[in-house]
């Protein structure tokens, strides 16, 4: 690191900085840190440092965000236990970081199951490998570092991984030109190191943590466990022997302050300067005269004590301290954020394994083999691998006394073959059926059949189908996604046709059930039946015209969105709005003025065909 400081360092980079000592100083216990800030110059420096601080051969590895488990946790070494002749254990990523860093790339996106591997390899301090035949443990005390590359305040790293790393750093307003070499020596991190486990704390202290937390809302019980252990590592590292009261402040600010959920309490009017109550008072005024004071020799057998003398503060003066210098560092809008839900709250998560699509060779249907090995899910082809392996053996084996044992088929790494699938994506198809009164009495009962065939088809295909309904001033979901006939006739028989017609209510239901499809791994097509006529706007309000424009904003949003769709021209003469719908939504537009309920069905599965599974 260089040693030359800027003229000025900005607080939040002093604050990263001085969680980065706290990190080198204890990583396993503090469990490390999450760093949002995006790719550049602020986000490797930071690196840079922690790295510096550490002691020189520390590991300090990275993890990709496409890691699979054999690669994370460890499984068979395929190589050496063919070499072998018994199984071999590879040790994975967090297991030969033993005593180090593991930097999480793209944290933001990681899959819930990898951050629940990870979180239990934090809580165990050890990988357990139960599988592929294998049972071990492998002792690992790590630190991690979940590099949050987000923009959207939901977009953050699972929160089982966050719950678990004691500092969560923002650097995204930090620039260059703020950041330096804080002052802090990696000798200094090493006396810390070794002064640590000595470090103690006051019952009094601790109590403080914990009532700040509470009082911050937050609900966690790990919070002011980390909170403790950075104090700790605060002491050590300023060359106490126990934790004083700035150390709990300051693991307050550096902890507690960045999961808060609620601004401190207000303490209570006059609670600070309360005056004694006015019986007491009348008391004292009325209290004899005290004695004749001693003479200057003499000396009282009991002097009072000083009073510029410091006293060790109560529990509850500490947390008001506390809580008292969080409030300067809460932002003022704090609140706003708790009611407008992007303070940490949403707990959906919609990124990761919730856009997930099948892995190509992992799943599907057989598809032959190719050169490989078998990581990521991939399984190993035995007979194709040792056909690979079949034409080098008089080459491999010459020379070899076939009684002296070893194996008798030489397989290498370069003869290995996985088994490639074909991968098989669920499809859901979402019916937005127009109902009005324009188009029910002409059209709705072969929208009801054309529905119940094409579900037929799809239960052979193993898809499914939802069915929305638009009428009157708004739209409904009347079927779930399903693959039960016995559900769609019970649906299809109770929908009801009339009234006027809402067509943008009815796109953008149809577009949030896509969503819902989308986030269980899913690809949903929409096909829109109507007649074109439209006088409902999206505020339920009629209107030719506003009901125009919201449907054509609801079609460009389907468009953003990247959903297969198809418009159904349902009416007895084709409608321009319906091919402008289609035209913006950019999905087929197919003209149907004549139609029963079959041929229907062959047109929407014909012009749909990227819907076979």
């Known amino acids: 690191m260089n040693a030359e400081a800027p003229r000025t360092l900005s607080e939040t980079w002093r604050a990263a900085a001085r969680a980065a000592a706290l990190v080198a100083i204890d990583p396993a216990g503090l469990g490390g840190a999450s760093l949002r800030a995006a790719a550049g110059p602020v986000r490797d420096r930071w690196l840079a440092w922690l790295r510096h601080l550490l002691p020189e051969g520390t590991p300090f590895r ?28 590879g040790r994975g990523i967090l297991a030969e970081a033993d005593g180090g860093i593991v930097v999480l790339a793209m944290a933001e996106r990681l899959p819930g199951t990898v951050a629940g591997r990870l979180a239990s390899v934090l809580d165990g301090r050890a990988v357990r490998l139960e599988r592929e035949g294998l049972a071990a443990t492998l002792e690992t005390h790590i630190g991690v570092v979940a590099l949050d590359e987000g923009r959207e305040e939901d977009e953050r790293p699972p929160d089982a991984l966050l719950d678990r790393l004691a500092f969560l750093i923002d650097l995204t307003g930090v620039s260059h030109r703020e950041t330096g070499d804080p002052g802090i020596a990696p000798a200094a991190i090493a006396a810390a190191r070794a002064r640590l486990p ?16 509470a009082a911050v809302a937050i609900a966690s019980l790990r919070a002011p466990l980390l909170a403790l252990r950075a104090a700790r590592a605060l002491a050590a590292l300023d060359g106490r022997a126990e934790v004083s009261d700035e150390d709990v402040s300051e693991a307050f600010r550096l902890v507690l302050a960045p ?20 019986d007491e008072a009348d008391r004292a005024g009325d209290a004899p005269p005290p004695d004749d004071p001693p003479a200057a020799d003499e000396t009282p057998e009991d002097p009072a004590p000083d009073e510029t003398e410091e006293r060790p503060l109560t529990a509850e003066e500490l947390q008001n301290l506390v809580l008292e210098a969080a409030k300067a560092i809460l932002p003022e809008d704090l609140l706003a954020q708790l009611r407008a839900g992007v303070a940490g709250l949403k707990t959906a998560r919609t990124r990761g394994e919730t856009g997930a699509r099948a892995r190509p060779g992992v799943t599907g249907r057989p598809a032959g083999s190719r050169p490989g090995e078998p990581r990521r899910g991939a399984r190993l082809d035995l007979v194709s691998t040792l056909r690979a392996a079949a034409p080098w053996q008089p080459l491999r084996t010459r020379g070899r006394d076939a009684t002296a044992g070893g194996p008798r088929v ?30 029910a009495l002409a059209r709705l009962a072969e929208a009801k059949g054309a529905v119940e065939l094409l579900l037929a088809e799809c239960y052979v295909r193993r898809d499914r189908v939802a069915l929305v309904a638009f009428r009157n001033r708004d739209a409904e979901l009347v079927l779930e996604p399903t693959r039960s006939l016995a559900r769609a006739k019970r649906a299809l028989a109770g929908l009801a046709g009339g009234g006027a017609t809402p067509l943008s209510r009815g796109i953008e239901a149809a577009l949030a059930c896509a969503d819902a499809v989308r986030r269980k791994g899913e690809d949903p097509a929409i096909v829109l039946l109507t007649d074109g006529k439209t006088n409902i706007d999206r505020s339920g309000e009629p209107g030719r015209e506003a009901a125009r424009e919201d449907a054509l904003a609801a079609a460009r949003e389907a468009r953003a969105r990247g959903i297969v769709a198809l418009v159904v021209d349902i009416s007895r003469a084709g409608q321009p709005l319906a091919q402008e719908i289609a035209s913006t939504m950019g999905a087929r537009y197919l003209a149907l003025p004549y139609a029963d309920a079959a041929t229907l069905s062959s047109a929407v599965t014909a012009a749909l065909p990227a819907q076979r599974g």
């Not at 030489?410 to 073959?417: G, L």
């Open 198 to 213: 000595s470090v103690a704390v006051s019952d009094a202290r601790l109590e403080a943590l914990c009532g700040s937390a």
């Open 410 to 439: 030489a397989v290498r790494r370069e003869d290995f073959r996985v088994g490639v699938r074909k991968p098989t994506i669920r499809r859901t198809t979402i019916f937005a059926v127009d109902a009005s009164g324009s188009s």
């Open 259 to 278: 999961r808060a959920r609620a601004l401190p309490p207000a303490p209570r009017d006059g609670e600070d300067d309360a005056e004694p109550p006015p």
């Open 62 to 89: 990275r993890v990709p965000a496409c890691i699979d488990d054999d690669r994370l946790l460890g499984g068979l070494d395929l190589v050496a236990t063919l070499k072998a002749g018994r199984p071999v254990i």
